[in-house]
């Protein structure tokens, strides 16, 4: 059974950073595409960044050149590197796992808050 475990999220003033991690088990992690979602109050839940197991990723515009996904396959770790954070980034962050670069898979994380302040 596939799990995600996020850590990393918290509060920090607009233009600071914070650093998300997604530990995974349960799976071969190396072969899947590993993403980021966020979901802010009464909005629907969107793409952030991804991944591919070769290191081939896709970013949201709100968030290029901004934030930075990686992955260590060693440690079954994905991070999102978050720089220059607005107010508007506040939001649940939810690590994904799937197998396409462009839409989620279907094992989810448990969810962890970002909260920017002005």
């Known amino acids: 059974q596939v799990q995600l475990v996020e850590s990393g999220g918290g509060l920090v003033q607009a233009g600071g950073s914070l650093r998300l991690s997604c530990a995974a088990s349960?799976?071969?992690?190396?072969?899947?595409?590993m993403g980021w979602y966020r979901q802010a109050p009464g909005k629907q839940r969107e793409l952030v960044a991804a991944?591919?197991?070769?290191?081939?990723?896709n970013y949201a515009d709100p968030v290029k050149s901004r934030f930075t996904i990686s992955r260590d396959n060693a440690k079954n770790t994905v991070y999102l590197q978050m720089n220059s954070l607005k107010p508007e980034d506040t939001a649940v962050y939810y690590c994904?796992?799937?197998?396409?670069?462009?839409?989620?898979?279907?094992?989810w994380g448990q969810g962890t808050q970002v909260t920017v302040s002005s």
């Open positions: 994904n796992m799937g197998l396409l670069l462009y839409s989620s898979g279907r094992y």
């Open positions: 991944i591919t197991g070769e290191g081939n990723t």
């Open positions: 349960g799976s071969i992690f190396s072969s899947n595409v």
